[in-house]
């Protein structure tokens, strides 16, 4: 298989835009129209997030273990949608199909062979996983929404109950789907750490013209039913293997799987190195978690808690950037940072703590973009730090 030769086509694909996803879901759904309920009425973040999902496989086609683990997350996730062996040979051939009508004469017998040969490797990767993971788990989740609380104007803490045992690690994500928004998923962190009762705290802000953001913020009540998908993600669960004193950067409700870390690590009696929780915000009514995060410090003498303003007439506390205060409580660079914002927080912060001569493999990142695949967004923004 020519990795360079999928690299160099799928560049010429990627110039293409939203042309290319376009024609590929037209082919899809004549193939079989049976598939398009799979996806939301309005399909143009749906076609962004294909473009995506395939230029991070291309772009890692010749590393197995990346590509292996990107894959199989995929195919777990997929089961959600309710997607089968089959349908992957339906996807295969829309695939190859777009291929042929975008490269033009560049889609050669050879090329196309090494395409086929690609997808049915990432195929049977995500097939395996979903089949290994049906044996265990349930597709999905249904739960119980238990209480909204109302913390901002646009903003609410929800509480569920799965139906099931859910197997999430601290720093996960989850898809969240409710049934007035047919094939629309958000996903939110989990704020706590696994319980024993099962229930889950998410954090969720209404996105303006979002399409679930607003109902579940605004709407939802007590006594509901929502659906989750599979937990996600591996990279902020990465401070599991971490032997160093931890930085965690949030940004709005990026705080909430930064805030499961935390509680995790106030459940391990041996961990006693050092955790700084830096919480960055516009103005001091946007720090609406305060409460659990100060009791979590108040019970961990090794966690320091420093919430950050960007302006605040009456703010006795930090003013400026999450960044800056990252920088100032650790200057040397030598904790392993976790970062959680908005994309425009994770990358401004990142770019910072670069050109601070922080080591690119100790800053670990994820975008809390509202329908952005988690690893995918972490690998979009750094690379490197994807495990």
Same mark, same amino acid.
């Given at each position: ?143 119980? !929404?238990? %209480?909204? /609380?109302? @913390?901002?104007?646009? *903003?609410? #803490? +929800?509480? $569920? ?131 659990? !995060?100060? %009791?979590? /410090?108040? @019970?961990?003498?090794? *966690?320091? #808690? +420093?919430? $950050? ?79």
């Amino acid at each position: 298989m020519n990795a360079d030769a999928l690299r160099k086509s799928w560049r010429h694909v990627e110039e293409l835009g939203d042309e290319a996803a376009t024609t590929f879901y037209s082919f899809l759904f004549t193939a079989d129209p049976r598939l398009r309920s799979m996806f939301p009425m309005g399909m143009s973040e749906q076609r962004d997030k294909l473009l995506k999902a395939l230029g991070h496989i291309v772009a890692n086609v010749d590393d197995i273990r990346l590509l292996s683990s990107f894959a199989s997350q995929l195919g777990r996730d997929h089961r959600r949608f309710g997607v089968v062996a089959h349908h992957y040979q339906t996807v295969g051939r829309a695939l190859m199909e777009t291929l042929r009508r975008s490269l033009g004469p560049g889609w050669t017998p050879e090329l196309a062979a090494d395409w086929m040969r690609a997808y049915n490797f990432v195929a049977q990767l995500m097939i395996n996983a979903a089949d290994a993971d049906g044996r265990v788990n349930p597709a999905a989740w249904p739960a119980r !929404v238990d %209480a909204v /609380e109302r @913390r901002g104007a646009d *903003l609410s #803490v +929800i509480t $569920v109950t799965p139906q099931y045992p859910y197997p999430y690690l601290a720093g996960q994500s989850c898809a969240v789907h409710h049934q007035s928004r047919p094939a629309v998923w958000r996903y939110l962190s989990p704020a706590n750490a696994p319980r024993p009762d099962n229930t889950i705290e998410f954090h969720v802000r209404a996105i303006p013209g979002g399409q679930l953001s607003p109902m579940l913020t605004y709407q939802l009540r007590a006594g509901d039913v929502v659906t989750l998908g599979p937990p996600v993600g591996t990279v902020l669960a990465g401070w599991r293997r971490s032997g160093s004193e931890l930085m965690l950067i949030a940004g709005g409700t990026g705080l909430a799987p930064l805030r499961s870390i935390v509680e995790q690590l106030t459940l391990d009696r041996y961990w006693s190195k050092r955790v700084t929780l830096v919480i960055g915000a516009d103005t001091e009514t946007d720090l609406y978690d305060m409460s659990a !995060v100060n %009791a979590l /410090e108040s @019970r961990a003498s090794w *966690l320091r #808690v +420093i919430p $950050v303003v960007r302006r605040g007439r009456r703010w006795t506390g930090a003013v400026g950037t999450a960044a800056d205060v990252a920088l100032q409580a650790s200057p040397h660079g030598t904790a392993e940072i976790y970062l959680c914002g908005s994309d425009a927080m994770v990358t401004t912060t990142v770019e910072r703590l670069r050109a601070h001569g922080y080591d690119r493999r100790r800053v670990h990142v994820e975008s809390f973009a509202s329908t952005t695949y988690p690893p995918l967004a972490a690998a979009n923004l750094h690379p490197e730090v994807i495990s």
